[in-house]
């Protein structure tokens, strides 16, 4: 069984309480035993929120950290991550061009920024589409990744990715050219080949090898809590459930549990993970 006093950590996962159950969603996940979370931003048309300058994304944010607020109030450590989802590119597209929408979601991930380096959150989120665009698309997103690596250089923070399954190795030159440590570059949704830091699904079937080969790892739920789609990704339970059924099963080690939810988040995002 679990150690008691033991952190378990949900790398990417969001509450929505005008969209989704809120708090009672955040409270399954305490009750399940989970500790600490990162509440990743959602994006901006999910929230009714429909952009035309950067500063249109303090909207998005402020109800970000007003969640965060509420949640801390159940006894659960929150690291807010804030940015901008790739997907939108094509959601602005709708009223203006690629370049334009492209020229706001840096403005939007400049706005992020502010809000790290004022200690209100601990990470940007930023990527590329993960499904099929046109050259020109994938080019403008990629200059849209690039400025949020250049951000996290700046604000010495992670950049958690959203993109195309797959390695995504050239996102480690293109860490690099921005001058960020690629050390701390997270995948969400990973799969195991990636050379990033991999946030898996908690309920992937990789973990317990990648633990054996002494990868770090983090572990999420990318849990939506929408009421339209209830339970995706996967819900706020599973990562304290998989972690603790990987142990019963003898498939992870108490060790494995500490690297994937205390000292790995502590180490890519600069944070403390305690109870």
Same mark, same amino acid.
């Given at each position: 069984?679990?150690?008691?006093?033991?952190?378990?950590?949900?790398?990417?996962?969001?509450?929505?309480?005008?969209?989704?159950?809120?708090?009672?969603?955040?409270?399954?996940?305490?009750?399940?035993?989970?500790?600490?979370? @990162?509440?990743?931003?959602?994006?901006?048309?999910?929230?009714?929120? @429909?952009?035309?300058?950067?500063?249109?994304?303090?909207?998005?944010?402020?109800?970000? #950290?007003?969640?965060?607020?509420?949640?801390?109030?159940?006894?659960?450590?929150?690291?807010?991550?804030?940015?901008?989802? +790739?997907?939108?590119?094509?959601?602005?597209? =709708?009223?203006?061009?690629?370049?334009?929408?492209?020229? #706001?979601?840096?403005?939007?991930?400049?706005?992020?920024?502010?809000?790290?380096?004022?200690?209100?959150?601990?990470?940007?989120?930023?990527?590329?589409?993960?499904?099929?665009?046109? +050259? =020109?698309?994938?080019?403008?997103?990629?200059?849209? #990744?690039?400025?949020?690596?250049?951000?996290?250089?700046?604000?010495?923070?992670?950049? &958690?990715?959203?993109?195309?399954?797959?390695?995504?190795?050239?996102?480690?030159?293109?860490?690099? $050219?921005?001058?960020?440590?690629?050390?701390?570059? %997270?995948?969400?949704?990973?799969?195991?080949?990636?050379? #990033?830091?991999?946030?898996?699904?908690?309920?992937?079937?990789?973990?317990?090898?990648?633990?054996? $080969?002494?990868?770090?790892?983090?572990? =999420?739920?990318?849990?939506?809590?929408?009421?339209?789609? +209830?339970?995706?990704?996967?819900?706020?339970?599973? %990562?304290?459930?998989?972690?603790?059924?990987?142990?019963?099963?003898?498939?992870?080690?108490?060790?494995?549990?500490?690297?994937?939810?205390?000292?790995?988040?502590? &180490?890519?995002?600069?944070?403390?993970?305690?109870?």
């Amino acid at each position: 069984m679990m150690p008691e006093k033991t952190p378990l950590t949900d790398d990417h996962i969001h509450i929505d309480p005008v969209n989704g159950r809120g708090i009672e969603a955040a409270k399954d996940f305490m009750r399940a035993g989970g500790t600490h979370m @990162f509440l990743v931003s959602k994006p901006s048309f999910s929230l009714g929120i @429909f952009p035309r300058q950067g500063s249109d994304y303090c909207a998005v944010f402020d109800e970000t #950290l007003r969640i965060a607020a509420k949640i801390r109030e159940t006894g659960i450590v929150v690291f807010p991550v804030l940015g901008v989802h +790739p997907a939108e590119i094509t959601r602005l597209s =709708e009223t203006m061009t690629y370049q334009e929408a492209s020229v #706001l979601m840096k403005e939007g991930l400049d706005v992020a920024a502010r809000y790290v380096t004022e200690g209100m959150a601990v990470a940007l989120k930023s990527g590329r589409p993960h499904y099929e665009v046109t +050259p =020109e698309v994938l080019t403008l997103s990629n200059e849209v #990744l690039s400025h949020a690596f250049s951000l996290g250089r700046d604000c010495r923070c992670a950049v &958690q990715v959203h993109a195309e399954t797959g390695p995504c190795d050239d996102m480690i030159e293109m860490a690099r $050219a921005a001058g960020m440590d690629p050390a701390r570059v %997270v995948k969400h949704y990973a799969s195991p080949e990636t050379a #990033l830091v991999p946030s898996m699904m908690a309920k992937h079937e990789a973990i317990p090898d990648l633990c054996g $080969a002494g990868r770090r790892l983090t572990m =999420e739920s990318d849990y939506m809590d929408e009421n339209s789609r +209830p339970g995706a990704v996967i819900g706020p339970k599973s %990562v304290p459930r998989f972690t603790n059924r990987l142990l019963v099963n003898g498939l992870i080690t108490s060790e494995d549990i500490h690297r994937i939810h205390t000292d790995t988040p502590e &180490q890519v995002y600069g944070v403390e993970i305690v109870l």
